[in-house]
């Protein structure tokens, strides 16, 4: 089975929030979740990059590992899904994550944490739910792997800075880009979410 | 003559220098030269080794998000999963090994004169009130953390994973607010007794007789002795770095950032392991460990022959007082009705 990764081309990201507003639009996240954002690196300077993140799907998720009720487990197509169900909202998951994640909703004074929302690579939940159901979709958001389709956030990145899609595929796609316009800052993340780089 | 020469061609290395760098001035600035767009870009690999997280601007208010990349929670993960465990099994096992072994060598430590009969007033109602409220906080906050870290391990697979995560709901909000209670009960117990801990030197020669470890002989001691002294200062040491650390827990990044937050979780998970261990053997000298000893927490009335093994100093002053209160032996007035 294809194990699902996202990549970022930073040497095209225009740094639009299209991705964002698409995810945030096709799994109708609740205000003050954000599960991808765009982050400038040296805004405003020479050699600034934009980069789109979200849950970069890890391999040997630490989220997964630090989870203190185990709700947080990789699927066969190495989507790491978590069960609301099951969460307790204790936040040792955005310690862990390197990405910065997992989201939470506020539903109390102080700190208080709700059940942690994250990018499902549109992979619908790790609940019970039924794959495609509307409870899922309501808890969890939709379920385009369920339909064939991949994550909207890559789908509809305007310039094809943001790839979805079968690691080995997506990763070729990049390194011929690489070879053909010259010149590559590299897949961002890779190294800490897969240990691997992208030989060029 | 050298000289001369040096200083003919001095003009001559000085205008070949600046037609040097006017050259390569002229090639920076040229058009027509070729574009490298990725000659002064930003570099993952560069960004990790200068700092260890990558950070930049976000357009979202959540301003955490303009972290991008921060590969110590890979190394958080390690701590909390694989060092902690380890140390908490090792220490708090170690402790409860230590505490057997104890009780099988030294038995309980009986009051070698028998019980007089006569009780001696220890620890006030208000006392009492102060040690149990922080001891009964202890014990929820002891157990709901251990939850965090070992529940999973222990209990996730007898109670299965729906029984677990309620009572892990249930253990992460008790954790939350019995740590208020907590807090007051150390405030109460630091105020009340700071004053009978302050080290002295009978304390070094306690210690120098082996404590309460001796069984033959009883040092001398005031209110409290040196143990219970360490015991002390501990427990307000301990206890105030659980506090700082729990408190940028409770409150998530309103005081830490990322980089903070996790050394909170260190901080207050190493601290609260070696607290759990210094705590039980505290109960087991309460309890198991010595005759007698449970009453001063108890009732708050000692045996006066225990308080005379173990707290001679103390009883001469209580004992003093007690007859300088009430010289004619009048009772204490009924309050006005």
């Known amino acids: 089975m294809a194990r699902m990764k996202f990549l970022c081309d930073a040497d095209r990201c225009i740094n639009c929030n299209a991705c964002v507003t698409a995810c945030k639009n096709e799994n109708e996240v609740p205000w003050g979740i954000n599960r991808r954002r765009v982050v400038t690196i040296n805004d405003g300077k020479p050699g600034e990059r934009s980069v789109s993140m979200a849950c970069m799907h890890c391999t040997d998720a630490p989220c997964a590992a630090v989870c203190p009720v185990s709700c947080i487990f990789p699927t066969e197509e190495g989507v790491v899904l978590h069960s609301k169900d099951l969460c307790i909202g204790c936040g040792y998951c955005f310690y862990a994550c390197p990405f910065g994640a997992p989201q939470y909703p506020r539903i109390g004074n102080f700190g208080s944490r709700g059940k942690m929302d994250k990018c499902t690579y549109c992979a619908g939940g790790g609940g019970n739910e039924e794959t495609g159901s509307a409870e899922e979709y309501k808890k969890y958001g939709a379920n385009r792997l369920a339909q064939g389709k991949l994550p909207l956030c890559a789908e509809m990145c305007s310039t094809k800075s943001l790839l979805a899609g079968d690691g080995d595929i997506i990763a070729e796609i990049y390194k011929e880009r690489v070879l053909k316009r010259g010149y590559g800052s590299g897949a961002w993340g890779w190294m800490t979410a897969y240990h691997e780089k992208i030989p060029v | ?337």
């Open chain 2, 1 to 337: 003559m050298l000289a001369r020469i040096r200083h003919a061609l001095a003009p001559l290395v000085f205008l070949t220098m600046l037609s040097i760098v006017l050259q390569a001035d002229a090639q920076q600035t040229n058009p027509n030269a070729p574009v490298s767009p990725d000659a002064s870009a930003v570099n993952e690999q560069t960004l990790l080794q200068e700092e260890s997280r990558i950070l930049g601007r976000i357009d979202i208010p959540d301003k955490r998000a303009g972290v991008l990349i921060q590969p110590a929670g890979r190394e958080w993960d390690h701590f909390h999963e694989v060092t902690l465990r380890w140390l908490g099994a090792i220490v708090i096992l170690g402790m409860i090994a230590l505490l057997a072994l104890a009780y099988v060598v030294l038995g309980k430590i009986r009051i070698s004169a028998g019980r007089s009969g006569r009780k001696v007033l220890r620890f006030s109602g208000f006392e009492r009130f102060s040690h149990w409220l922080t001891a009964v906080s202890f014990v929820v906050l002891g157990l709901t953390g251990l939850n965090i870290t070992f529940g999973k391990l222990l209990l996730l697979p007898i109670v299965g994973p729906e029984t677990f995560s309620a009572f892990s709901q249930i253990s992460k909000y008790a954790h939350n607010f019995v740590s208020f209670s907590f807090v007051a009960g150390l405030v109460l117990i630091v105020a009340l007794w700071v004053g009978d801990n302050i080290p002295k030197q009978v304390d070094i020669d306690w210690l120098k007789q082996g404590g309460g470890f001796i069984k033959s002989k009883h040092a001398p001691a005031g209110r409290f002795n040196a143990g219970e002294k360490m015991v002390f200062w501990f427990a307000l040491g301990a206890g105030a770095a659980v506090i700082v650390s729990g408190l940028l827990l409770l409150f998530p990044f309103y005081f830490a950032n990322i980089a903070g937050m996790q050394i909170a979780q260190v901080v207050h998970a190493i601290v609260a392991v070696l607290f759990i261990a210094v705590i039980l053997a505290h109960i087991y000298i309460g309890t198991v460990g010595m005759e007698g000893a449970f009453e001063a927490m108890g009732t708050g009335e000692v045996d006066l022959h225990w308080a005379e093994e173990h707290h001679d100093l103390w009883l001469a002053e209580a004992l003093a007082k007690e007859r300088s209160a009430k010289p004619s032996g009048q009772p204490t007035p009924a309050p006005a009705k």
